[in-house]
C-alpha cells in the first residue's frame, strides 16, 4: 500500500514563502502531484513531478526526489487567496488509482 | 460549460434511507470516479469506471452502489443511510494514459444523515 505523510497545518504571512514537505511510501512510484482545496470547494490540481526536479508554474512550483521519496510545493508572494488545504497525491503504478496525503491547512496572514 | 457536474449539491436525510447522487462529465473523459472526503478532509476513493466499466472498488459498504449508463455519466446510489455516511461525495473524470492522470473534480455534495 501507500502513505504519505504531510505536516496538518502551517502558517505564513502575506508576502512570503512557505515551503509544503510530502514524504511517500509507496511499492513502485508513478509520480506525485498537488492538488489545491479552498473551503467549500473542490479539489483542483496543482502541479505533477514524474521526475526528479523542480517544475514552476508561476508563484507555485513542485519538487520531487525520487530517492528521497519526498517532495514538496514552494509558494512565494503569498497572497491571502493562497490560504486553503494542499493534499499531495500519488499513484504506485500506471493504473492504480491516486492516493491522497490528510492535507496541509494553510493560513496566510497579514 | 461546467466541466464536471454532480447533483446535487445538498443532501440532508434520515438514517434508513435511500439517496443517489448524479454525476456527468463533458470533458470526453474515459474514466470516472467517486471519492468521499470525511469532516477531517480525509479524501479517499471509493470506486472507479473506466468507459462504463468498474475497474476500483476500495473497501466500500455494499450499500454503496455505482452505476454509470455511458462514460459522461457516474451515479452513486446509497441504500440505508447511516450516520457515519455524513460527508461530501466528490465526482472526478481523469484521462488514461496521461502520466499525471489529472484529476477534475466536481463541486462536492454533501450529504447529512440525521
Known amino acids: 500500500g501507500q502513505s504519505l505523510e504531510q505536516p496538518s497545518e502551517v502558517t505564513a504571512v502575506e508576502g512570503a514563502i512557505v515551503q509544503i514537505n510530502c514524504t511517500y511510501q509507496?511499492?513502485?512510484?508513478?509520480?506525485l502531484s498537488w492538488y489545491q482545496q479552498h473551503d467549500g470547494g473542490a479539489p483542483t490540481f496543482l502541479s505533477y513531478?514524474?521526475?526528479?526536479g523542480l517544475e514552476e508554474t508561476g508563484r507555485f512550483s513542485s519538487f520531487l526526489s525520487r530517492s528521497d521519496s519526498y517532495g514538496y510545493l514552494l509558494l512565494q508572494e503569498l497572497q491571502m487567496k493562497d490560504s486553503a488545504s494542499y493534499f499531495c497525491?500519488?499513484?504506485?503504478?500506471?493504473?492504480?488509482?491516486?492516493?491522497f496525503g490528510k492535507g496541509t491547512r494553510l493560513s496566510v496572514i497579514a | 460549460d461546467t466541466a464536471v457536474s454532480q447533483t446535487p449539491k445538498y443532501l440532508v436525510t434520515q438514517m434508513g434511507n435511500d439517496k443517489s447522487i448524479k454525476c456527468e462529465q463533458n470533458l470526453g473523459h474515459d474514466t470516472m470516479y467517486w471519492y468521499k472526503q470525511d469532516s477531517k478532509k480525509f479524501l479517499k476513493i471509493m470506486f472507479s469506471y473506466n468507459n462504463k466499466e468498474l475497474i476500483i472498488n476500495e473497501t466500500v459498504p455494499n450499500r454503496f452502489s455505482p452505476k454509470s449508463p455511458d462514460k459522461a455519466h457516474l451515479n452513486l446510489h446509497i441504500n440505508s443511510l447511516e450516520l457515519g455516511d455524513s460527508a461530501v461525495y466528490f465526482c472526478?473524470?481523469?484521462?488514461?494514459?496521461?502520466?499525471?492522470?489529472?484529476?477534475?473534480f466536481g463541486p462536492g455534495t454533501r450529504l447529512t444523515v440525521l
Open positions: 513531478n514524474g521526475l526528479d
Open positions: 497525491a500519488v499513484r504506485d503504478e500506471g493504473n492504480t488509482p491516486l492516493v
Open positions: 509507496t511499492s513502485g512510484f508513478y509520480g
Open positions: 472526478a473524470s481523469s484521462q488514461p494514459g496521461q502520466g499525471d492522470d489529472t484529476q477534475y
